[in-house]
Structure formats: structure tokens, C-alpha cells
């Protein structure tokens, strides 16, 4: 048995190493149902020198090692499931904005929503929205490969990322990329590490290009009585308008939504949120003979906080009723997405379940009250699930990643796509980076 304290002591004061019970247990845990074990330690480097020497210490003596940057993981990609110490990246949160160049340069602690803040200085923005903007953080963003609200529009965090710089297991600094939007450098280094879930390397700085700050949107709200209709005018609104957003609610997160917003008088069904950059005399007239609300300013803003907290608000419930939940995250094509739909409920029909998401890209977050007691039970659920989403030409993850949740059914995608041996030139580079398997080892795949 190692004592973390005195192997470290070398790199690390002590105050940035953490060993009692009450200081690593909120570490242990991500936003996920999955059990937790506690962490041998928490380490906490400011800068990639320092982290280099950690994982060199932790490579020679095998001791797993767990990024953390919100920990708001909801598939078990953080979470403590082993014996590990957790990396923490708090101390790593410089912004450097380079207004000439629209580049930013940013460490993993940053939150989309602080970046945004400094952007805002030089009328400048950057173009990604996970709904967990002001809870997550960019190492995890790009580790997930994030999107959210703004993608139908800008795409995942993966389209704006010029070049990083990741500490690997033996203690190597790399660099990748440059600063430039064009860049034709043989192997895309940096697009190996995003979506990478922390397994191959740590991101400690990420050189991100940014936008000058979009005009204001117009916003509107329809209800629907049929989710057919629904997206038949999502794909409508594609087509026709100049589109920043496309949400969606079911009408059992509708009303949970409305009860935050009960002065906006919000009518009762599925919902469609646009956002669009177009007239609201265009958005009218292109759906006329629907219930449509367009949305003052500071009703924009408001449905927008609520939309973005509909995770919270359902946390909060679902601890009342002693339960725990599970939020899958799959899109299908919009051609098949109807379909799609009535086979999930079908297949849901007995469990207490709420549907959202961003609906422009196909993408909808099914969160599922679950009982603890019955985890197979779920889990079967969540592979049919995924069977149900691979059929429709659909994705077993949007946007949240594979994690501790989602291992059998990545199998199954390759599977789909008739290429098993894509999976085993994961696991060869896997082995190739760490041969030791010390980077957040049993997450996306079992070596
Ligand atoms: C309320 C709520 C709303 C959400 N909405 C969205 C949404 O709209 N869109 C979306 O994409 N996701 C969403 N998520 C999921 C989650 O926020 C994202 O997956 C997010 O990108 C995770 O970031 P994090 O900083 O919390 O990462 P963490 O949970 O800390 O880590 C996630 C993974 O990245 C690894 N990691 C962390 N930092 C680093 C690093 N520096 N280098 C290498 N690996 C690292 C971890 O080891 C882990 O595997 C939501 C979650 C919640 C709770």
C-alpha cells in the first residue's frame, strides 16, 4: 500500500494533497447513478509542469489516476469506481483572449459561462451551450465532446478547437494544432483527445477559436397536442429559418417547466422553443395556424435559465421520492425520429420518465426515475434502448459520452456499423498511451 502523501510530497505542498474522508468524498462521486469508492487522494497541480511529475510518479508506481474537472459527468466518466487518486484541475482556470486572431486560449477549470463573460468584453463568443454551462467545465467539455442548446447551429465543441495541450501517463507534455482555423498536418492529434473521457491523456490547455457575438434571436414557444406535428415543424424550421435553437419538451417536463414560469402562461402539450434569426412576423406567418407565443426579452432569458435547470428541478424531485435517476442521450435522423418515438414509449410506457433536448439535431435526453434496488432491470432498459436508436440509424450518445454506462452498447454501434475491428484499434491505442492502464481505467472500454 502506497502512502499518496509521501509519494507526492515531492511535487505537491500539502495542502494540495487531500486524504481525509471529509476532503476526497466530494470527489468521489459524478452526476450519474453509479456507486462511488472513495478516493485514495485528491491531487491538485496548477500548471502542466506540476502534472507531469504526478503522473510520472504515478506511472512508475501503477497508481490510477481520475481527471476531474465539474464532475458533472451523467454516465460515470468521473466517478470514482476503483482505487484512484482524482486529479483535480480547480486550480487550472486562465483565460488568454487573443481579439485579432478570435482565439482564446483557456485551462480546464475554465466554465463555458465565465468564458463567455470575459468574450463578452471584445464582443466576442463562444458558440458551444451544454445546458450544464455553469457547472462543467472545459476539460470535461472537450473530453466529452460537448454540445447542448447552441449545436443545430455551431456543432459540438469539437468544430472549435485549434490546438491543445495534454499531459500523458508517462509524464509527457505534448502540444497540438496551431492557431490558425486551417490546418492540414497529416494526424488530427487533437481531435484523437477529444471525446477521449480522460483515458488517454489529461487536457491542460485548450486553444479554442471563438465568434464575434451573434444578434439577438427572436424566440418563440408552440404547443402541440401531437409529437407528430411537433416534428414535422422541427424539420420545417430547419429549412425555412435562420436557426440558432431547436428545443424540446414532453408535456410531463412542460409542466415542470411551466410551474418555474407560471407568470409566462405557457400552454399545456409538447413543447417546440425556436430561436431563430429571423423576423417574428416570418416565424408567424410560417406557422400560422399554430398555439404560438412569441417571447419577450426577459421571457426569453427566463425560459432559457429554466430550460437550462429542467435537470435540477427533476434532481430535486426525484430525491424526494428517494429514487435516482438515469438520462440517456441518444439522436436519431428527423426522418425516422417519429417513429422512433412511439417505439421509446412503447417501451417506457411503465416507468416514470420525462423527455427533452435539442431536438434540431434529433437529440433527446430521456431521464428515467429509478429504483436502486432494481439496477438490471434499467440497465436492460438502457440497452434496448440503445438497440431501439442504432435501428433508426440513431447514436447511443449525443453528447454525453460513453462512461461507465454505455461500454456493451458501444460494442453494439460497432457492431452496426459492421466493424468490430474499429473497437480493437481503440483499445490498441489505449495500449499503446498507457500500457499500464493507470488514466481512468474501465471507462468507455474493457481492455
Ligand atoms: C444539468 C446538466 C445538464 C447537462 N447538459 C448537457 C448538455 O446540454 N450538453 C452536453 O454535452 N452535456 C450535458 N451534460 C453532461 C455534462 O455536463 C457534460 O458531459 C460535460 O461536458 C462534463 O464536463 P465536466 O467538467 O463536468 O466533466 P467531468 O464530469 O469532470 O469529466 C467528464 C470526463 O472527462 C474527463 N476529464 C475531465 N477533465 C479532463 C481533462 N482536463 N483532461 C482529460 N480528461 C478530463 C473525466 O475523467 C471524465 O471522463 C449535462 C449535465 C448536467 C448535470
Redesign the pocket.
Known sequence: MHNIKDLFKSVLSNDRILTDDNEVMPYSR??SYFNSVRPLAVLKPKDSKELSEIMKIANENKIKV??????????G??IVNTDAVV?S?EL?NRIRIYKDDQIAIVQ??V?IDELNRELARYNLFFPV?????Y???????????????L?VRYG??SRWVLGLE?VLPDGSIIRTGTSTIKQSLGFDLTHL?IG?????????EAKLQVISKPKDAVSVVISYDSIKDLIEDVKIARVELDILKLEFLDNLSAKILSKELNDMQIKPGFILNIEAFDSASKIESLFKDKDIKILKDDEKQKFLFSR?????YL?SIVSKEGKDML?E?IAIPLSNLYEAYIEIEELLKKEEHYIFG?IGEGNL?INLFIDKGDIRHYEDLTYKLGELTLRHNGTIS????I?LEKKELLKLHYKYLNSEHSLELIKSIKRLIDPNNI??PG??IDL
Open positions: 459524478d452526476k481520475i481527471a476531474r474537472s465539474g464532475g458533472t459527468s451523467l454516465t466518466a468521473s486529479i484541475l487550472m480546464p477549470a466554465k451551450d451544454p445546458a450544464s454551462s457547472i462543467s467545465e472545459i476539460g470535461g467539455n472537450l473530453s466529452t465532446n460537448a454540445a447542448g442548446l449545436s459540438p465543441i495534454v483527445f477521449s473521457e480522460g483515458i488517454l491523456g489529461i487536457i491542460t437550462k435547470r429542467l435537470h435540477d434532481e438520462v442521450d435539442h435526453h449525443a453528447e454525453h459520452g462512461g488514466l481512468n471507462k468507455v
